[in-house]
């Protein structure tokens, strides 16, 4: 598998549990133009967060984003803990 290139981390977003499902997909939402060219340039893309809401989210919008770009990928999850800290993780492993 190729590495996975992570964009979390650079907004303060990133580090927050949201309040409401319209929160979450507003967030998600705005993600769109960080991730998809990525996506469209067929390279494994992820995000980390605190927020499971989110990665369930992105769970759901990657593969439209991807079929869109006419790209074919699988979704991964996992929760880890770092530094006493649970994080979600969603990524992208592009398939042939």
């Known amino acids: ?3 996975v290139n992570w964009i979390s981390g650079g907004y303060k977003e990133d580090h927050m549990i949201f309040d409401s499902e319209y929160e979450v997909e507003e967030w998600v939402d705005s993600l769109y ?7 469209a340039n067929n390279i494994n893309i992820g995000y980390a967060t605190p927020d499971q809401k ?10 439209s984003w991807a079929t869109f770009n006419e790209v074919n990928i699988q979704i991964h999850s996992e929760k880890v803990n770092v530094d006493g800290k ?10 042939s």
């Open 1 to 3: 598998m190729q590495p």
């Open 33 to 39: 133009s960080d991730m998809v060219p990525y996506l």
């Open 54 to 63: 989110v990665v369930k989210s992105l769970e759901n919008h990657l593969p």
């Open 86 to 95: 649970v994080i979600y993780k969603v990524w992208t492993q592009q398939l």
